[in-house]
């Protein structure tokens, strides 16, 4: 295929290299030629601009390539109303998004787009199915400014990213449009806290600085230190994941002797909300009340000198005030997910400081709509990849009878994850295959739900490779290991307990397979170990037993350390054909596939 014209990548390299500069060095010589004193009028070379202007920062996380309106409940927000009752209102999609920010610019001069993380990976296949670039190639039309990694970015490892970045064809897969490579990203990602093990550098820039006719606002962007336990160990050999606190920090002491005293984190880490509501009230009864989880602990820990915290990871939505280490009120927001919300946050700036004025900042969550117009460009982008992708994309696979929720489901056992693990041990089950006995599935690593609704001319019921790919988007490939009845129990009580005992997850189990999760209880006494049974018969600690389950189940992801302590480890498919292979066995138009009952895990609350 034909390479883009090369005046064209000059441009697009040189565009590059401007934003990766950030301009710091003309920030330094502005400095020196100013004499001592000067003000931020002098700075303009006029007194005609006002002390303080009102800088706009929109911002979004975890989109995870959802081009297209996400489907199933994946795709709605709830709204508190005034009366107190909760509405449901479908939200995203990338024709959307673009006019939601476009709209939100529109008498806004000073406008600055910053992202959290996430923006790649776990997607559905018309990003997915092309390593992303179509997301990329629509944040960049999304007028995006700069963005910080988040654990997915890191699904297909440091020089996969380092691609997104900068450009080029796929090492594998090569081009995929006739006469076009892909140009890479035109905004800078920031990986502050993620460096190479050889050179302890980071990856990526750790920091940028936006400016507009004097305003300046620095930018340091870092994912959770926990992204290893969370991640294919494949994607991250040789980084080093460092703290968030500390490494926002350093940086933000570097910017600030580099004269840039307005800061923004971008933190790929976040909290639980009180409410799932996304206008409910975070600081209620007082500030920061609303919210717990990692992102406190993290946002009371981080210098003043940030002046605001953008985050993201948990995918839900929250505008909350956390005081800051010296107890100054301190804006930290998150925007949901699959670009449902948009945050638009007001930072008074002041030109003598240089710093915002932090009793002015202002921030709210905002729904895309889909009863606003679509953005052509983005339509024009999604109808010219969905051509490439139809030949696959619209394969039917299965059926099913109603739909099948998992990312939407509410209970700790989900239905789609029931189904899955099902499909993994018939997969696996037979001798030749491994001869598995039950099979365990990662909570995370189901993506979506499984809609009955017809989501183009398939038909209701029809489960298409696209739907199948939206569920399970990781191609993981499929392993049969040998755990003892110890470790099995084991790793049931790490589902509560460790770095999990916060935020549990709870594995999904296939049929046969139950026990009893008692959550008045606390830690490992989660699990009333007398009920861990299979097929009705008591799990035998010093029994072994072969079970299935993805490659990155079986290196400990997710925290599950004991399921690294397997032997005898058997390779098979991929997740996603077996879970085909599975609807295809299993279900035909007139004998589709019910909802699980999700009645193996019995829960005490």
Request: with cysteine; hydrophobic share 35%.
């Amino acid at each position: 295929m034909s390479a883009t014209p090369p005046h064209h990548c000059a441009d697009r390299r040189t565009r590059r290299v401007l934003v990766a500069a950030a301009g710091l060095a003309t920030v330094g010589a502005l400095a020196a030629a100013l004499p001592a004193g000067a003000t931020g009028a002098d700075r303009q070379g006029s007194g005609h601009h006002p002390r303080t202007v009102d800088v706009q920062l929109l911002s979004f996380n975890d989109l995870h390539g959802n081009l297209e309106p996400p489907a199933g409940s994946a795709g709605t927000v709830s709204e508190k109303q005034a009366d107190g009752t909760v509405k449901t209102i479908p939200a995203g999609g990338v024709e959307y998004l673009a006019t939601s920010l476009r709209t939100a610019r529109q008498g806004n001069p000073y406008s600055v787009t910053a992202a959290a993380g996430d923006l790649v990976g776990a997607s559905p296949l018309l990003s997915g199915l092309f390593h992303d670039e179509p997301t990329v190639e629509a944040l960049n039309k999304l007028d995006l400014d700069v963005a910080g990694v988040g654990n997915h970015e890191f699904d297909e490892g440091a020089v996969e990213l380092a691609r997104l970045q900068n450009g080029g064809c796929h090492p594998t897969d090569g081009c995929f449009e006739e006469g076009k490579e892909f140009e890479g990203a035109d905004f800078p990602y920031l990986a502050a806290n993620v460096t190479k093990e050889s050179t302890g550098k980071p990856i990526l820039k750790p920091y940028t600085v936006w400016k507009k006719n004097g305003v300046k606002i620095g930018f340091i962007g870092v994912t959770l230190e926990g992204t290893p336990d969370i991640v294919s160990a494949n994607g991250i050999k040789g980084l080093k994941f460092h703290d968030e606190i500390e490494t926002v920090n350093k940086y933000a002491r570097e910017l600030d002797r580099k004269g840039v005293k307005s800061i923004v984190a971008l933190i790929h880490e976040g909290g639980s909300p009180a409410s799932t509501s996304y206008n409910y009230d975070c600081d209620s009864p007082g500030a920061g009340d609303g919210i717990s989880g990692p992102i406190v602990d993290i946002a009371k820990g981080i210098t003043p000198k940030v002046d605001a915290l953008v985050t993201g990871h948990t995918h839900q939505a929250y505008v909350c005030t956390v005081p800051d280490p010296a107890g100054k009120p301190r804006m930290v927001t998150s925007a949901s997910s699959y670009g449902k919300l948009y945050t638009d946050t007001t930072l008074t700036y002041d030109r003598w400081t240089g710093d915002i004025v932090r009793t002015s900042v202002k921030s709210a969550n905002h729904i895309v709509s889909r009863d606003q117009a679509k953005a052509q460009d983005m339509t024009d982008l999604i109808t010219r990849w969905n051509k490439l992708a139809a030949p696959i994309a619209n394969r039917p696979q299965g059926f099913i009878s109603a739909d099948i929720n998992g990312r939407g489901a509410t209970t700790p056992e989900k239905p789609l994850g029931d189904l899955i693990a099902d499909a993994q041990l018939a997969g696996l089950a037979p001798a030749d295959k491994g001869g598995a006995q039950l099979a365990l599935m990662n909570p995370g690593g189901i993506r979506s739900d499984l809609v009955h609704k017809a989501s183009g001319s398939e038909g209701d019921g029809v489960v298409t490779y696209g739907e199948a790919f939206t569920v399970q988007p990781f191609t993981n490939m499929m392993n049969v290991v040998d755990l003892t009845g110890a470790q099995l129990i084991t790793a049931l009580q790490q589902q509560v307990s460790g770095p999990n005992e916060a935020s549990p997850k709870i594995l999904q189990v296939s049929k046969g397979f139950t026990y009893t999760l008692d959550l008045t209880k606390t830690g490992t006494d989660r699990v009333v170990v007398g009920s861990v049974k299979l097929n009705g018969e008591a799990i035998d600690p010093a029994k072994t037993y072969p079970v299935a389950m993805n490659e990155f189940l079986a290196g400990g992801g997710d925290g599950f350390t004991v399921l690294k302590e397997h032997t005898n480890k058997l390779v098979g498919a991929s997740d996603l054909d077996v879970f085909n292979a599975y609807l295809a066995a299993n279900s035909s138009a007139s004998a589709p596939i019910a909802p699980p009952a999700a009645d193996r895990i019995t829960v005490v609350r």
